[in-house]
């Protein structure tokens, strides 16, 4: 028997991707974080869109430009 065919697939996978590794230790210890940071940022960008286009609504609603 070959000594490479002895040793398990998976023996080198925690080095060879350190960057999964990273990701995987990160989200099991920030996961409510990650979670909550995303909800606020697209609650921003909902607010910030609302907040932009608000003007433009406004001026068609008072001078009904729309019919």
């Not at 023996?11 to 590794?21: T, Y």
């Not at 995303?38 to 909902?46: E, P, R």
Request: hydrophobic fraction near 55%.
């Amino acid at each position: 028997m070959n000594q490479l065919e002895s040793r398990p697939n998976t023996s080198l996978s925690w080095l060879l991707s350190p960057v999964r590794v990273v990701c995987i230790l990160a989200w099991r210890q920030y996961k409510l974080h990650c979670v909550l940071l995303l909800g606020a940022v697209l609650g921003l960008l909902f607010l910030g869109l609302l907040f932009f286009s608000m003007p433009s609504a406004l001026s068609n609603k008072i001078f009904n430009i729309a019919g």
